[in-house]
T-cell receptor
């Protein structure tokens, strides 16, 4: 089955700097890669996603890139703000197309 | 359009009791997923259901755990004879009825504490 690895597990940046979170997946048939943000005690919420027919997608300060050949995808947050502090999960839709498999999460701290 | 509804939000059970968690998907969604999140950990897939069918339960512990999604009413995740290690947040998610690659939307979660 699908396996998603995520790095780093913890990331601390200064306000205004950029943050990059990287993920790899194992199932070459995966074609959908969402990213979720989870604040403490809250539910995971979708922040951006990318499909396999696209290499990059941007939404204001957030961008995702996908390298299908290498089975890598990354989340880029620019001009970080304290409210970006949260746990971020990458995910991939595995074989069969319905089961979303999550990475272990990255705890992002943005220092003011 | 209400989101994914889960209840109870918080549940305390003594060891050996049963926990029953309920999930109503978003309107128009017929795919339901249950995930477990242990404290300070990630989201582990448990089970994927459609109405009256369990499609994939590869993440469910073999004993004490069961799930259903009846024709009428919410999906239910049932944990029998709870143990302390079952203490976790249980998130339900749903997706619409269409082809593969659909976004799943999470409910607010049910926090189970076993004392």
């Amino acid at each position: 089955g699908e396996n998603v690895e995520q790095h780093p597990s913890t990331l601390s940046v200064q306000e205004g700097d950029s943050a990059v979170i990287k993920c790899t997946y194992s199932d070459s048939a995966s074609n959908y890669f969402p990213w979720y943000k989870q604040e403490l005690g809250k539910r995971p919420q979708l922040i951006i996603d990318i499909r396999s027919n696209v290499g990059e997608k941007k939404d204001q300060r957030i961008a995702v890139t996908l390298n299908k050949t290498a089975k890598h995808f990354s989340l880029h947050i620019t001009e970080t703000q304290p409210e970006d502090s949260a746990v971020y999960f990458c995910a991939a839709i595995g074989t069969g197309g319905f089961k979303t498999i999550f990475g272990a999460g990255t705890r992002l701290f943005v220092k003011a | 359009n209400a989101g994914v509804m889960q209840n109870p939000r918080h549940l305390v059970r003594r060891r050996g009791q049963e926990a029953r968690l309920r999930c109503s998907p978003m309107k128009g969604h017929s795919h339901v997923y249950w995930y477990r999140q242990l404290p300070e950990e990630g989201l582990k897939f448990m089970v994927y259901l459609q109405k009256e069918n369990i499609i994939d339960e590869s993440g469910m512990p073999k004993e004490r755990f069961s799930a259903e999604f009846p024709k009428e009413g919410p999906s239910i995740l049932r944990i029998q004879q709870v143990v302390r290690g079952d203490s976790a947040a249980y998130f339900c998610a749903s997706s619409p009825t269409s082809t593969a690659g659909n976004t799943i939307y999470f409910g607010e979660g049910s926090w189970l504490t076993v004392v």
